[in-house]
Every structure is written in structure tokens, then in C-alpha cells.
């Protein structure tokens, strides 16, 4: 894991999680008062964070193991563990696992999954907020999977099936060179295939008997949860857990890479096909949660730093040159060095560095040079202070691993300031001096031209070993400079130039949820305010017309260059109006589709009162791009080639997500672009079709200020060009299969149902349809996936549309080798959809289908991504937004027969489309 490219870069973490413990000063380090934390008699870790969304618990169980720990015999047993971790516990063996979760509402994928990495392998759930028995019953499920898991051997095989799926589709990551010669030399972090197949059930479980020990995991409770209920349910279903009977020892857990000097021409290390010399210099990690681990990683990174910068400004100029600190492997600290340079030798470059480093020898560093990269360091706290972030769970996840305490962003700053500004030249004397002395491990490429014969071992070593040796210049202090410019971290107030108005009257307002509710206005405006702190600062129009607005034959144009028309707003030029929105750091987006299109600002809470006055200067008094600028973007845009997927226009047809156009014929000129723009203001200002969305942490007077500006706005309603819905295109007549090309080696298989409606489809067969999708998902993973192992990737989508006309699909698909396109059909018409077509379902399923849709639609109600988008949608398609009282209201009033009747009719066998995308055809 990375701990530092520029060492700013880890400022952001170092901030929330500092590396020192509470005894460096004696004294209270002012840790953070929003956080519980604990640990059990047999070492169980807990943090519980009252942060999050409303309606959501996330709870994450981390496991202090990754693939790093394995043994050449055990590769790929770390990430295969994580498999067969959900495949059935004393308690609830093989598929009751599953089931409990089912029966809680969560889906696989969505409330619930694991990830494996190279230290450590997560565990990821969410549940409802104000539920204390689906909290209980979480963790006592976790509990089972981390401590009592029971394997058994179909189960086993079937994960072997589905690992070595994920290796052949290229779930893997790249081996590090730099663990050449070790035990992990060439892991790819899950194993090879062969590795998968001789892995046995005893040799997974004595892993996780090994590692999954209470002293090796800690559980994070990331939401609104009461502590006092939180830590009862702890204590008392984590702390029955016997402690480990053979504790690990830190210093051995992991390999040591100090144990020898490797010297490799062989591996492909170039960037942008420049030639790099790679020095890395390694020693063993040192104590941690000390005064003085502090101190020594600050040197570390500002040495780092000064070195780095000495080496650009040599004579050679080795202008791409990176220096940082690394531990690849915990416990393992690496000084690493990547030398670049233009029409040099790797000798040159080794040269040059070994010059510096005598140089800094000669003379040590200079006071100058330590206070500017301090400083800099200084200046990146502020950054982090003013952000004022909330603690996330990945913070917490990382104060666990590095065992080190979690401490206030002030804090934090404090103690960068107290050593920094007391370190002084020879803080880095003895560092500067026996660095080169450390193992190594050096890597170059002998295929590229920097490289000759005689740049071998032997010369290598040699040069640095004779450093001391060698007669150097005094060193001349080039003052360093920033490598990037300090960003804009804070708003600068700046008025908006927009005369005042009277509000208008808010004609209804309707509570919604929490902090969460609709005006309406006289003028046809619908807005939706989320006044929340955890919600970013935005203002969005969603509008329920797009390009059908738009002339057949401007379509294609529109849709290619509308971003390009509006130049600024008010009475702003273009540069004045750029000037103000970096003042306000607000940013505008706008997007269309076939049957919609959204404009939003986006910002800082400090600004929110300006970005409204701004989205009323953009939908009433928006200006013209200057004719000459838009032309230039617009032709570059125009001249731009892109790669034609015939499958997704295809696709968005049959499911009316498409449109028909023209391709691009008129010749760009001043009038085109006034048509242009003429449409891009008609969307715009459509108001009447739209809804407003606003949110963030709000001021008081929210209410006043959107009755003023947007209250106020006359809207136009565009003219509706009528598309004609052809049958004959959407209806499939019989099965209707079309093969496409793409470049991907395996093959993407898609089943697509569609009907359409003669009366007014509601929200509630908008659910039933997303039910069906649910469903649909499910038996493939129990049929296709784990019952065949034949797939590699599935999915499952549905959607409903209410203009131009009453329709729905469902699409069913998933990736496959194309020698078993054929055998996986079979199975699919047989064990899938065939049941399907005939309406066969359980009663108990369908109760579980929408247990599952309760957890997706109420538990995630106060999702911003989902209030800003699909929220909103539906809020469009059925003219009214539900409360999560309604919408669960809407989902138990799903009936079996109702759904049994639904699919059946959805699922027609006999009419539908297959649509395969291939590897190598031809169109």
C-alpha cells in the first residue's frame, strides 16, 4: 500500500487517523469525541461512528489478512476464504446462510459483500437505521461467518468454479517486481488457476483458523445506531469468543524484504516508453505510536522530498525523477526512486543520482529546504482542517490496520507543527549517510536503449558503494517551488449582480420524509428540498423532454454540441462570469437524452445562496457562446471519431430509450448556432415539465430564496415533436436474435421482454417489474453461476417509461464463453425462463423479493444519488413523489398471484429478443 507519492498526498488520511499513540505527550491528544471505540478480554476491536444517511447502517467487518500473508502452497487461499466465508456457519449451514440474509432483505451485491486485499479482506453490509433486531441479527451472523464458519465440499467446489472464473476474465492484479526473489514473487494477489485447483478444504480452514482470530478483526458500526444497545449486542455475542490459542507475531506475519539485494534487467518498468531506473532501498519498519516513529516517517518524507527536488535541478536534468517512501509488505519500509531522463543512460542516471546524494553528504541539507517542504506540509492540514471532512470508514478501516488512534484534524495539525518546525539539518544526517547502505532492490529494462553491456551487478553496487569517494561542487540553494498550485479550498464571497424580487407564494408544501419536502408554485415550478449536512450543495432541474423537442434533423447536432452554446449569464462577460464561478467554486453540468434532459450547479454550502441566483440568471438570461469560440469547440467535437456499438442504439430502440435521428448534414454558421441555442433555452426554461431538486446544508431562509428566484421564473413549454411508436420495432414478432461485435473475448449474452400498456402504468407495476428484475438475478446466480458455473458476469435491469407511450422491459444477461453460449441457452429456457414463463414462484420467494425491495427503496430513501436521479424520475413518470411510508405501503400491496400474473405475461418465450455480442464478426 502506498504511503506517500508527494508526501501531501497522505495528509488527507494522516489527518483522520494519526500515526502516534496517546501516551507521545503525556497528555489528552483531543481524539475524537464522536467516535466509540473498544476492545474486547480477547482483543475483538469496535468503532462506532453516529455518522452516515439517515435510514442506513453500514457495518463493515475487517479482517486483518490479505493475500500477503500466504505461503508459496497457499496462494489464492486468502480470497477463496472470502468465498466460502458465505457459504453456510454452524449456525445456518450451506444455503441458510444465504437465506437468513434473504430473509433480512439484503441482496447479494447490493446490502452485502467482501472484498480481498493484498493486507487485508473487508466484510460489507448495510442494514436499517432504528431496527435493534436487524442490528442484533447482523452481528450475530457476522459473528458465525468470522468465527464459526462450516464448510462443506459441493459448496467448496462450486467457489473453486467461481474463482477460477474471475482469474480467467482477468480479476487479477499485477505482481510487483519488487517482490522478486521472495515468496510472493509473481502473485497476482487470488492465485492461478492451478493454484485453485489443488486447494483443499483443510488447507482454507486451517487459514482461517490461523487468521480469522478475535485479535485480528475489528467491526465499524457506521450510522444511527443507540452505542449503549450497540455495545450490549458487542459484548455479548463477540465477547463468548475464545481468544487466539497462538497469537501472531507482527515481525514474522509478513515476509522481510530486507533479507537480500536484488539486481534485475528484466522487468518492464517504463512509463510513457521513457527509461527508468528504479533504486530502492529497504529497511525494516520500526516501532509505532511513538514521539519518535512520528518524527522518523516526517524525515523520511521530506528527505524524500529535498532529494527529489536536488535530482530535477542537477546539471542532467533527470526532470521525471519520483522519490518516495513506501511499505509495499507491512513491516517493510522502502525508500523508492524512479529516475527519468531524455537521451540518458541508465550509467548516466545512476551517475547523477550518486552525484547529488555525495553533494548532500558534503554539505548536508539546508534550513530553507526543510522549512519550505515543512510548510507545504502545513499548508495541506489547513486544506484538510477547512474541508472540515467528516471521519469516514475507510479511515476507520486504516486505524485498525496501522494500529493507531484516531485524533482531531486540529489536533493533528498541532503535532505537524510542533516537530516540523523543529527539525533542522541534522535530523538527516544520519539517514543521508547510511541510506545506500541499506538491501536493495534495483530494477531497469535491458531492451532499451539507455542500457549497455557494462551496466551490470557488479558496476552498479560498485558506484554506490564509492559515493564518499566522489569530488563534488558545494551545493547552490535553488529555492523549490510548488509542484502543484495551492487550491482554492474556501468560497470567496462574491455577490450576484441580479435585482431583487418579490417572492412568490408557495402554493403547496408537502413533507416528503426528514428533512426532506415539495413546493409548488403558481408558475408551474415543482421543487424538491433535501436540507441535509451529509447531502452536497446542489440545485438540479430535471426535465421530463429532451431531444424530441428538437427537429428530427438537429438531433444528432444538439446533442453534440449543446454544451458549447451558453457563454455566460446576466450582465457577466464570459471571462467575468468564469471569474465569478471559481470565486463561488460552483460548477455546471447539463446533459440530454432522448426524453430528458437535467442542468445542475453544484457547490459549497457557503455558496448556496448565490447558486440560486445563478440557476435563475442561467434559465432566464443565459448568453450565447461567442460565435467564433463555439464554432472552433463544435467542429473539434464534430471531427472527433468514435467506435460505433451497434448493440446499445439498438438496445435503447426496442426499450423506447432512443430516438430517431439524422446524421449530422447542416454546415456549422452563426445562424445554426442561434437555432441551437434556441432549443437549449426551450429545455431550459420548460419548468412546467420539470422538477427542481435542492440540497445540502441549506440557510434558514431557503424557502424565501427559492420563492424568489425560481418561484418567480415564467417558463415556456416547448413544442413536442410526436414520435411514432412502431409495433413492428419494439414488439419482437417470434424470437428475434442479432448478433453483434465487440472487443472483448468473451461473449455478452442479453434476454429482452418488453409489453406495452393500454392504460396508465403506475408506480406499483414499476415495482412489480423491479421485483421480476430482482428475481430474475437471483436464479441466475443459483442456476447458471453456482448450479452450471458456466457464467462470468450477470445482470439484470428493468425500467418503465409512461411517455410516448405505456411501456416496460426487462433484460436478463450475462457474459460467457462463447463454446457455451449454446449449453447455457438450453439451461436458461429450461430451469429459467421457462419456470418464469409459467408464473412458478413460491409465495415465500415473492415475500422475500420484496423484503429485498423495502431494503433497496426505504433503507437507501435518503440516498443523494438516488434522490437526485431515480427519486425524481418517478416523481416525473407518475406525477406524484411517494414517502417511504407509501412506497412500503406500495410494495406489501404486491400480491403473489399479482406477480405470478405479471410475469408470466413479461417472460413471453415465444416473443423476444437475444441479443449476443460476439468477439472477431463482421456487421
Known amino acids: 500500500m502506498n504511503r506517500i507519492i508527494e508526501f501531501w498526498c497522505k495528509l488527507t488520511f494522516l489527518i483522520a487517523v494519526l500515526t502516534i499513540s496517546c501516551p507521545i505527550f503525556g497528555q489528552d ?84 459483500n467482501a472484498t480481498t486485499n493484498s493486507t487485508f ?172 516513529a512520528f518524527k522518523k516517517e516526517l524525515v523520511d518524507n521530506i528527505f524524500c522530498s529535498i532529494l527529489e527536488h536536488r535530482l530535477k535541478n542537477t546539471e542532467k536534468k533527470l526532470s521525471r525523477t519520483t522519490i518516495s517512501t513506501s511499505t509495499l509488505v507491512p513491516g517493510n519500509n522502502l525508500y523508492n526512486l524512479r529516475l527519468q531522463a531524455d537521451k540518458m543512460s541508465y550509467s548516466e542516471m545512476l551517475e547523477a543520482f550518486c552525484q547529488v546524494v555525495a553533494q548532500a553528504r558534503k554539505g548536508g541539507f539546508d534550513q530553507r529546504e526543510i522549512d519550505f517542504y515543512v510548510n507545504l506540509r502545513l499548508s495541506r492540514f489547513e486544506e484538510a482542517i477547512n474541508r472540515k471532512e467528516r471521519v469516514s470508514i475507510d479511515a476507520l478501516q486504516n486505524a485498525f490496520l496501522k494500529g493507531e488512534p484516531l485524533q482531531t484534524p486540529k489536533a493533528a495539525y498541532e503535532l505537524m507543527a510542533k516537530v516540523g518546525n523543529a527539525l533542522k539539518p541534522a535530523d538527516f544526517t544520519e539517514l543521508l549517510s547510511t541510506f545506500t547502505t541499506y538491501p536493495k532492490t534495483i530494477l531497469f529494462d535491458e531492451t532499451q536503449d539507455a542500457y549497455t553491456p557494462n551496466f551490470d551487478e557488479a558496476l552498479i553496487l560498485e558506484k554506490i558503494a564509492k559515493i564518499n569517494d566522489l569530488d563534488v561542487a558545494p551545493f547552490e540553494y535553488v529555492e523549490p517551488v510548488r509542484k502543484f498550485a495551492k487550491r482554492q479550498v474556501e468560497v470567496v464571497q462574491a455577490e450576484v449582480n441580479i435585482e431583487d424580487r418579490k417572492a412568490a407564494a408557495i402554493v403547496k408544501r408537502i413533507p416528503l420524509g426528514e428533512n426532506l419536502y415539495q413546493l409548488k408554485y403558481k408558475n408551474g415550478a415543482s421543487v424538491v428540498v433535501y436540507n441535509s449536512p451529509i447531502a452536497p450543495t446542489m440545485i438540479k432541474l430535471m426535465g421530463k423532454d429532451g431531444l424530441n423537442t428538437i427537429p428530427k434533423e438537429d438531433r444528432a447536432l444538439f446533442s453534440k454540441t449543446y454544451k458549447y452554446l451558453t457563454g455566460s449569464f446576466g450582465t457577466y462577460s464570459n471571462s467575468e462570469a ?85 446524421e449530422v448534414n447542416a454546415k456549422l454558421d452563426e445562424a445554426v448556432m442561434n437555432r441551437l441555442f434556441s432549443y437549449n433555452e426551450q429545455l431550459k426554461k420548460n419548468i412546467g415539465n420539470a422538477i427542481i431538486y435542492v440540497s445540502g446544508d441549506l440557510p434558514e431562509n431557503i424557502d424565501e430564496l427559492i420563492s424568489k428566484y425560481i418561484g418567480t421564473i415564467k417558463g415556456e413549454k416547448p413544442q413536442r415533436f410526436e414520435e411514432q411508436v412502431a409495433n413492428d420495432v419494439i414488439h419482437p414478432k417470434g424470437i428475434i436474435k442479432k448478433d453483434f461485435p465487440w472487443g472483448k473475448d468473451i461473449c455478452l449474452v442479453d434476454y429482452l421482454f418488453n409489453k406495452t400498456s393500454a392504460q396508465a402504468l403506475s408506480f406499483k407495476e414499476d415495482m412489480v417489474n423491479k421485483v421480476l428484475k430482482q428475481y430474475a438475478w437471483e436464479k441466475l446466480l443459483e442456476i447458471i453461476r453456482k448450479k452450471y458455473g458456466l457464467v462470468y458476469a450477470m445482470g439484470s435491469t428493468s425500467e418503465t417509461t409512461t411517455y410516448p407511450t405505456n411501456f416496460q422491459y426487462t433484460s436478463i444477461r450475462y457474459m460467457i464463453d462463447e463454446k457455451n453460449i449454446i449449453k447455457a441457452h438450453n439451461i436458461m429456457v429450461e430451469e429459467v425462463l421457462g419456470p418464469m414463463s409459467r408464473g412458478e414462484i413460491s409465495d415465500k420467494d415473492v415475500e422475500k423479493l420484496k423484503a429485498m425491495m423495502e431494503s433497496l427503496y426505504l433503507m437507501s430513501f435518503y440516498d443523494t444519488k438516488r434522490l437526485e436521479g431515480e427519486y425524481l424520475q418517478q416523481g416525473l413518470k407518475y406525477g406524484k413523489l411517494l414517502t417511504r411510508a407509501e412506497i412500503k405501503e406500495t410494495i406489501q400491496s404486491i400480491s403473489a398471484d399479482e406477480f405470478r400474473a405479471f410475469m408470466k405475461e413479461m417472460i413471453d418465450l415465444d416473443h423476444y429478443f437475444l441479443l449476443i455480442k460476439k468477439p472477431n464478426i463482421n456487421n
Open 29 to 112: 491528544l483531543s481524539l475524537r469525541d464522536d467516535i466509540t471505540t473498544g476492545k474486547l478480554k480477547n482483543g475483538f476491536t469496535y468503532y462506532l461512528v453516529p455518522e452516515g444517511e439517515p435510514g442506513k447502517v453500514r457495518i463493515r467487518m475487517v479482517a486483518n489478512v490479505g493475500s500477503q500473508v500466504e505461503t508459496y502452497e497457499e496462494r489464492g487461499v486468502a480470497h477463496l476464504l472470502e468465498h466460502m466465508i458465505f457459504k453456510g456457519t454452524k449456525s445456518f449451514p450451506g444455503e441458510k446462510s444465504k437465506e437468513a440474509f434473504d430473509q433480512l432483505g439484503l441482496r447479494f451485491g447490493g446490502d452485502y
Open 121 to 292: 479482506t473487508n466484510y460489507r453490509f448495510q442494514i436499517p437505521s432504528n431496527n435493534n433486531e436487524h442490528l442484533r441479527q447482523n452481528l450475530f451472523l457476522l459473528k458465525e461467518m468470522m468465527f464459526d464458519i462450516q464448510m462443506e465440499q459441493e459448496a467448496f467446489e462450486v467457489e473453486k468454479k467461481v474463482v477460477i472464473e474471475e482469474i480467467n476474465r482477468g480479476e487479477t492484479s499485477d505482481a510487483s517486481p519488487y517482490l522478486i526473489n521472495t515468496a510472493l514473487e509473481g502473485h497476482n494477489g487470488i492465485g492461478t488457476i492451478a493454484d485453485i485447483e489443488n486447494k483443499t478444504l483443510k488447507g482454507v480452514q486451517d487459514f482461517y483458523d490461523k487468521y480469522y482470530t478475535p485479535d485480528q478483526l475489528a467491526l465499524i458500526i457506521y450510522g444511527d445506531v443507540d452505542p449503549k444497545i450497540a455495545k450490549k449486542y458487542i459484548k455479548k455475542i463477540y465477547g463468548k469468543v475464545a481468544p487466539a490459542a497462538h497469537p501472531l507475531d507482527p515481525e514474522t506475519k509478513y515476509i522481510d524484504l530486507t533479507k537480500q539485494t536484488v539486481v534485475s534487467g528484466q522487468y518492464e518498468l517504463s512509463r510513457n516508453h521513457k527509461p527508468t531506473l528504479v533504486l530502492a532501498f529497504k529497511e525494516r519498519e520500526g516501532e509505532k505510536g511513538t514521539y519518535a
Open 578 to 662: 468564469y471569474t465569478l464561478r471559481k470565486q463561488l467554486m460552483v460548477k455546471d453540468d447539463e446533459s440530454v437524452s432522448a426524453y430528458g434532459y437535467e442542468f445542475a450547479l453544484t457547490g459549497k454550502p457557503e455558496s448556496a445562496v448565490q447558486m440560486i441566483q445563478l440557476f435563475n440568471l442561467y434559465l432566464t438570461a443565459s448568453q450565447q457562446e461567442e460565435t467564433n469560440a463555439f464554432l472552433k469547440s463544435a467542429d473539434r467535437q464534430l471531427s472527433k471519431t468514435s467506435h460505433v456499438d451497434a448493440y446499445e442504439p439498438f438496445k435503447e430502440m426496442v426499450t423506447m430509450q432512443g430516438i430517431e435521428t439524422e
